[in-house]
């Protein structure tokens, strides 16, 4: 391969909550997830917090370095590369046709960017529908802002592939009087990416009752090789007119810690609200190096890059799965088609040897092996595990777990 996907790169201490937190707790701090502290002669294997344990493209550090040699950072407006960088990207990555910069506009976060929406679209108290298992920032978004949260429970085919429950969605949209929504799009933790007429399934049900969505599709370039993302938006003009949808480059280029995402939005009835509420909070703001970071990665080496990525997340998650399924009778767990999270569904297991998932993950935790209860998630006895690290980081992940904690 070109690019490196091999170095165990040493992050502690370089601001990485995925192991300064962990280690903090080795070192006598309080203990890290469900009480745990990791024995005397383990490393740290981070696969919990969702960032990659992989080098950034090289083209990224690259332009930010030279951006930074110039010693002025003042105010600024972003330039047109800005925007022909994303506008390129979207059509071809995704298939999108007509974005143009005026749907464009920047977000500190994918969530700070659902909270405006939310906040245009909902008044207090309303109920918001999501697919669950969902994401633990989508539940802090809406139940600390004074709205409920709404679950829509995905069902798993008899080939263990999570489906949209949609005699569910349709019953409680209507009975709620529900007129707002989340989708992710891929899915996570799931790791499902929806097919076009999955989507078109969906986007007519919320059309039916007048739904407005927000959908979240920063896990859009993480697709498995032979798999590619369907835009919300792109599935029928009504989808396109009534669907706010959040990217940023950040889970796909490892730039979570640089800030910059950005929404499209292609009704200009709900773009100019949604703006105006991001500016009025006054913080709402670019950063010149995350600005030209997203140009470097938006780029025909970015593209180079990620397809090598892709392949490499394949072959974790590949030797991951069968790994699990040979060797850890009673986790169920599917392949994800997308992102690199996975989703253990432990029940059988603890059943079967009289456990609770907290002490399964306080196990895994005491070996170096830092997973992420999946309870949050709404999976009542689920793991989810971060696969986006070098291949022999993930065997020795799965050699410990079979020694000391799947026994």
Sequence with gaps: MKYDFTTIMDRLGKDAIAVDSPASAAGGQEGFFAGAKIRDGFSIIPMWVADMNFPALPAIPQAIIQRANHPAYGYFNPPKAYFDSIIRWHEESYGTTGLTPECIGYENGVLGGVVSALRILCQPGDSIIIQSPTYIGFSHSVEDNGWNLVLNPLIQDEEGVWRIDYKDLEEKVAKQNIHTAIFCSPHNPAGRVWERWEVEKLMEIYKKYNVYVISDEIWADLTMPGIRHT?????????????????APSKTFNLAGLIGSYHVIYNPYLRDRITKAGKATHYNSMNVLSMHAL??????????????????LNENLEYAVSFIHTHFKGVNVTKPQGTYMLFLDCTDWCAQHNTDIESLQKAGIEVGVIWQDGRPFHGDCHIRMNLALPHSLVTEAFDRLEKYVFV
């Design 231 to 247: 835009p919300t938006q792109m599935v029928s003009e009504d989808a396109r007119m009534r669907t706010v949808a959040l990217y």
């Design 295 to 312: 140009i470097a990665a938006y780029s025909p080496e970015g593209q180079e890059w990620v397809k090598e990525l892709r392949q490499v």
